[in-house]
């Protein structure tokens, strides 16, 4: 009841809003861009780009179950039927367009290539790339192209992972998951087509305000729990969840990112980037873990932790390596009195050390202090506009 309540909320939030939705990208044909950056981005959100929108959906999904040459050139995965989108060689231009373009032919879309972009301001830089704002040109399309170049990422030796992002993330359609639209790449770079999230990363909203409101936190949790169920029932683990991880929608909903490179590594990103393991569950520490050793499981402990930090500002096992390893294996934490009784009891059913014995995401849903604020305070928040529907 208070599932499908919550769930009903969150399904209207998608990135056609985002695309439809005028004022967060600038005035339609403002040619007067306000910086440099962005003037090639004009006419972002016009009643054009409303009506073709699809387009570029179309395009991938007509693009699936076709050649499946991958970005890496690396054959694909025996037995996968439609997990990648194709992929075709351009140059470095993307100048090797054939005849057709989304307005010519929408039906039979061949190819995805550099060209049919235009690059607006830089989004952000990983490890591996940098993410610029981009429109697909014809149909106005608005989403981040992220480009990764292909000698860093085999220097990095995580091509497997990529492939596997790719893989797994062109698969995804919740609201509440970030979309991979589809992928191609010239000699030198892979670009993957992501829907964009307008408010960017979570980590630094959590940053700037130090800590969530309760409210703020329980629709964030409740979001996250939607986003798991889903993932869970298409048998994906995360497990790499973390606020460094999750970005924002324009509307303020959340969007979990990065697939793929925990599923081979869970804890190597945060250890490399941060040097800290504050997010991994207690049975991926002990001696010999191997991927096959846990169960989804493990990303109902790192949902724990992460309402933790919403409500605290830090991590809940934050101390030495060292420590902050025993202390994960004993669940060794204590909530501050000025966290609620209804968060601390969530807190506490999340951080059990028996992965069987920890709340389920159906139990989360329906979890008191989840009902109070996503029902009570729905108005305030981007739970509000199915209410009374569902
Ligand atoms: P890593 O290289 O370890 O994955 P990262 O996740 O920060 O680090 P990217 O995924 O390449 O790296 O993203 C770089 C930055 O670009 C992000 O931190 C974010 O600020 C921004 N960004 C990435 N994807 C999007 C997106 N779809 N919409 C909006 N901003 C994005
Ligand atoms: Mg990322």
Known sequence: ????????????????????NERNYGKPKASKGPSSTTTSMSGLGSSQSNSNRAQLLKLALQNTNENKAN?????????????????????????????????????????LHLGMFE?????????FGRVYLAKERSSGFVCALKVLHKSELQ?????????????????????NVLRLYG????????????????????????RKEHRFPEWKAAQYIAQMAAALKYLHKKHV??????????????HGEIKISDFGWSVHAPNNRRQTMCGTLDYLPPEMLKQGAQDN????????????????????????????????????????MSVPSFVSP????????????????????????RHPWIVKHCVKDAKRSSCSSKEGKA
């Open 1 to 20: 009841m208070a599932t499908k309540t919550l769930e009903a909320r969150f399904e209207h939030l998608s990135v056609k809003e985002e695309n439809n």
């Open 293 to 332: 050793h846990y169960s989804e499981k493990v990303d109902l402990w790192s949902l724990g932790v992460l309402t933790y930090e919403f409500l605290v500002g830090e991590a809940p096992f934050e101390d030495t390596p060292v420590m902050t390893q025993r202390r994960i294996t004993r669940a060794d």
């Open 119 to 127: 690059i607006g301001k830089p989004l952000g830089k990983g490890k």
């Open 71 to 111: 970005a890496m050139n690396v054959p694909p995965s025996p037995g996968k039927g439609s997990s990648a989108l194709v992929t075709r060689n351009t140059d470095e231009n993307g100048d090797q367009r054939t005849s057709s373009s989304l307005c010519d032919q929408p039906t039979v879309p061949r190819e």
């Open 237 to 250: 683990m995360h497990r790499d969840i973390k606020p460094e991880n999750i970005l924002v929608g324009i």
């Open 155 to 175: 220097q990095g030796g995580v091509q497997k992972q990529v492939r596997r992002e790719i893989e797994i993330q062109s698969n995804l359609r919740h609201p």
């Open 342 to 365: 209804e968060a601390k009891d969530l807190i506490k059913r999340l951080l059990v050390l028996d992965p069987e014995k920890r709340i389920p995401l159906d139990e989360i849903q």
């Open 183 to 206: 992928h191609f790449h010239d000699s030198k770079r892979i670009f993957l087509i992501l829907e964009f999230a307008g408010r960017g990363e979570l980590y630094k909203h959590l």
